[in-house]
């Protein structure tokens, strides 16, 4: 079994860098153009499997369906919810980021305030990616992994440690490699052909795992055995004493997802790489549309996974491997440890080349090198990277014995999510808001949400009125800081964007119809579930 499933994980992975190599083996990887956004010639289905994938990562495999695990149906939220921000991103964030032509947020808002905004925005990304994001994506990524293969019998390392560590070191460098030498386009590629397997082996699971609740006799049988036996588990309204209160969903859950889906540079970047504006209209609806289908293998596999193995002492955050593990033959087992390899290399290497596109762009051609030339911006971004992805494998074994990887996630990430977000929406929807109000609130609300949770008394208030709810204050407290330093000290004069001319900006005609749909979907599946 062991040589099967390794050897089925060998090929897929072969093959995938095997065809990303020949796709973009002959592209510009000298520019900051081709290197940073693909040459901007992006069309919609590598702009939807982009971004999936970039967000699909074994924190969300592992972690969600862990939550699921636990809470049932009501996680959902993490993947419905985001629907109604891809679409705000296609129809109101979107065509003002195109217009000005640029590469990274934190250069809107240098464009809308100063230079200085925009320096404070490169450093607090940066930061968040080394000390959050790329370490939790690593550390998920192994722990999935150890799940799934079996690599205590496949390597012969008997310490847990150990192991860990070999694991991220593997995965660390082979996505570095991708992320490092083929610039955006080549991860844009390696994305779709992953997403596609990952969609693939996402259902098979399910198929797997409702004939095992059936004992065989079928996958709908399988469904009503599961309706049946624990109906609180499809709730759709989280109760009180869970990860997502329904309410939580108008308030913290909303904003955390408009940040990820409309202002988040990793996510956003291939967006920027569009041929143009009807392009990435298209391409982030049809992400839109993959995510409602998204409770289907990120939640469902952990309500099987309790089912099945609620009485034998998993935990939560092993509940996905476990279940993968044991319902998959072997030959898909390879098959589909390849393709979550995929998905944590995708998001590992989205998130480098993000940093290393802000390093570039924002700090050494913006701060210490201003005459850079194209061939040595890209490469202080590939020196960067290398130092960031190395430094990102020592912290990510440290993350071990969190309890829920996801909610951690989601916790840290609200620190630096609300204040970029309500700084660039005040700036786009406001004419004489100063540069000094940005800053404010930048600094002061990635401080203001740190003490709420780390430091004593103020970390009593998130958990008076839930930190979802919390982080909607603050948000709301930033907005209402930023108007007021407006009203007193405006700018002399209003701002007005002007188009860059870059990108093509004809919207594309069913992009208001599509969200609509999009939208109306987001309700009746709500609805359906509401009550269990």
Not at 339 to 345: D, F, Q, T
Request: hydrophobic share 55%; glycine share 10%; proline share 4%.
């Amino acid at each position: 079994m062991h040589a099967l499933t390794l050897a089925s994980f060998l090929f897929f992975t072969g093959l995938v860098a095997f065809v990303t190599w020949r796709i973009t083996r002959r592209d510009d990887h000298r520019s900051t153009s081709g290197y940073f956004l693909a040459g901007r010639t992006l069309t919609f289905p590598l702009i939807a499997a982009s971004m999936l994938m970039t967000n699909l990562s074994t924190e969300q495999m592992v972690g969600l369906n862990g939550s699921a695990f636990t809470d049932g149906l009501s996680v959902m939220a993490w993947e419905v919810i985001a629907v109604i921000a891809l679409v705000a991103l296609a129809l109101f964030f979107l065509p003002r980021f195109l217009k000005s032509g640029i590469a990274t947020l934190p250069q809107l808002l240098a464009i809308r305030f100063d230079t200085g905004t925009q320096l404070i925005a490169n450093v607090i990304f940066l930061i968040a990616y080394a000390v959050v994001l790329l370490p939790i994506i690593l550390y998920s990524g192994a722990i999935g992994l150890q799940g799934m293969l079996d690599l205590q019998g496949l390597t012969g390392i008997e310490s847990n440690t150990a192991l860990l560590w070999a694991t991220v070191w593997a995965v660390g460098l082979i996505g570095a490699v991708y992320a490092l030498f083929g610039g955006l386009r080549t991860v844009a590629v390696s994305d779709t052909l992953n997403g596609v397997g990952l969609l693939i082996g996402g259902f098979v699971i399910v198929y797997f795992g409702l004939q095992a609740v059936s004992g065989g006799t079928g996958v709908m049988e399988g469904w009503s055995i599961l309706k049946e036996s624990d109906p609180s588990k499809f709730n759709s309204m989280g109760g009180p004493e869970q990860q997502v209160p329904f309410s939580t969903i108008f308030t913290g859950v909303l904003l955390l997802h408009l940040f990820y889906w409309t202002t988040n540079q990793q996510i956003i970047q291939r967006t920027f790489a569009a041929k143009n504006l009807a392009e990435g209209q298209k391409g982030v609806l049809l992400t839109g549309f993959f995510k409602l289908l998204g409770p289907l293998y990120l939640v469902l596999p952990g309500i099987i996974a309790y089912h099945l193995y609620a009485d034998q002492g998993i935990r939560a955050d092993e509940a996905y491997g476990h279940l993968v593990f044991n319902v998959l033959p072997p030959y898909l087992t390879g098959f589909f440890a390849a393709v979550m390899v995929g998905a944590i290399l995708s998001s590992f290497n989205s998130a480098l080349n993000s940093t290393t596109t802000i390093f570039s762009l924002g700090i050494y051609k913006g701060v210490l090198k201003k005459d850079a030339t194209e061939e040595q911006v890209v490469k202080s971004g590939k020196v960067f990277g290398w130092i960031m992805a190395v430094s990102t494998m020592i912290i990510a074994p440290l993350l071990a014995g969190q309890d829920s990887l996801f909610g951690y996630l989601q916790k840290m990430n609200a620190i630096y999510f609300i204040p970029i977000l309500a700084v660039v929406l005040v700036g786009l929807l406001t004419k004489r808001v100063p540069p000094m109000a940005a800053k404010v609130a930048l600094v002061g609300g990635c401080l203001l949400i740190a003490a709420g949770y780390f430091v004593p008394p103020f970390n009593k208030l998130p958990m008076v009125m839930h930190e979802f709810h919390f982080v909607a204050a603050v948000f709301v407290l930033l907005v209402a800081v930023m108007l007021v330093i407006g009203k007193l000290r405006p700018r002399a004069t209003d701002w007005v964007q002007e188009d860059s001319g870059d990108v093509d900006l004809t919207p594309w005609k069913g992009a208001l119809p599509t969200g609509i749909v999009l939208v109306v979907l987001v309700v009746i599946m709500y609805a359906s579930f509401a009550g269990g």
